[in-house]
């Protein structure tokens, strides 16, 4: 109960101050936070589902939404840039026409079949990150295979790295708080050893961890034909989509170099953008941007929330993206979002 209280209270926080960010930028009163432009993190873009366990959902906005963004940035007089092109907008003389990025990650199938329609209709450029585990089948994203597992399941007990989980999961509600206790299980363990021991538990359940990628993800040859459209570009984003942060220097130009060879494989060219998984004190560190940079990667993006102003090319390993949140799908937070002022509140 004071799970279900405390998650009900952050929503209704969060849209308050959305709510404020819009009247306050529309009085003119976030013109100093605003920066020179945004990027912003999407990942899945697809129709409504109207399932009652969505754990996920905060990742998955629609179509329409995404086309109201985009109308809505128009109409305040936002260009549309790629990624690679955000430097020299940066280096443009004050007061140059604001700019808005779009990107994706993890290379979703409904980025193809929803989300490109979108972007074609109003000629806006995009960048997907792909994850080679994914792309490849050789990983699984955990936090499907853990909605999966719950939502097929009365109980979940689980032995993971960082202890035991054992947990009623008979309702909507107990659902969603075991989905939490695991997921703060496995973040606080190895997290490899953990998301082994889940895809363990899921097969045991006669859930195929692998089989969710693949219904999910684009593979090589979609990833191939899919990078001929020229308003799309590819960034990396790892192999194995682990935090980084606790990986050996090895691992981590391995993760590094390992998924910017296979977008190479794929486009022709070695990419220069980077994401990091999560994106949060998970990966994105000042030892991973150097490494990011060491690996030949000119921009990196993060989630921490922000905009972006001259001074954001201090740091290009660990720029700020904003999220389009599933969770807050109104046209006005748009606005709100690239004015800078809830990143501001949030402490960004």
């Known amino acids: 109960m004071a799970g279900r209280f405390r998650q009900q209270l952050k929503r209704a926080v969060i849209s308050a101050g959305l709510e404020a960010s819009f009247l306050l930028s529309r009085l003119g009163l976030a013109r100093g936070l605003k920066g020179r432009g945004v990027i912003f993190t999407l990942h899945h873009v697809r129709p409504d589902k109207t399932d009652a366990f969505q754990p996920n959902r905060h990742l998955a906005i629609t179509p329409e939404y995404l086309d109201a963004a985009i109308r809505t940035l128009a109409a305040r007089g ?35 079949d929803h989300a490109l329609p979108v972007f074609e209709r109003h000629g806006v450029p995009f960048t997907i990150f792909v994850c080679k585990g994914l792309s490849e089948r050789s990983h699984s994203m955990w936090w499907e295979t853990l909605a999966t597992l719950i939502a097929a399941r009365s109980r979940v007990a689980l032995c993971l790295p960082a202890g035991r989980i054992d947990m009623d999961c008979g309702t909507t509600r107990a659902k969603t708080e075991a989905f939490e206790a695991v997921a703060r299980c496995l973040m606080a363990g190895d997290e490899a050893k953990g998301v082994a ?45 682990r935090g980084l942060a606790d990986l050996n220097n090895e691992e981590l130009l391995h993760e590094y170099n390992d998924s910017a060879d296979y977008v190479a494989q794929i486009t022709g060219n070695r990419p220069v953008t980077f994401a990091y998984p999560y994106g949060d004190a998970r990966s994105a560190t000042v030892r991973t941007a150097g490494y990011a940079d060491w690996a030949g990667f000119k921009l990196s993006v993060t989630t921490r929330p922000g905009t972006l102003t001259p001074a954001s090319m201090e740091t290009p390993q660990l720029l700020p993206r904003i999220s389009l949140n599933g969770l807050y799908q109104k046209r006005r937070y748009v606005e709100a979002l690239a004015s800078g002022l809830p990143s501001r509140l949030a402490g960004g």
């Open 197 to 241: 021991q889940l895809d363990a538990a899921a097969n045991a359940a006669g859930i195929n961890p692998h089989a969710l990628v693949s219904e999910a993800v684009m593979d090589r040859d979609e990833l191939t034909a899919l990078a001929r459209h020229p308003l799309v570009s590819y960034g990396a984003h790892t192999v194995s989509h």
């Open 78 to 112: 936002y260009r549309f840039l790629r990624l690679e092109d955000v430097p020299a907008a940066l280096a443009e003389p004050e007061g140059a026409t604001p700019f808005a990025v779009f990107t994706l990650d993890d290379g979703f199938r409904n980025n193809r």
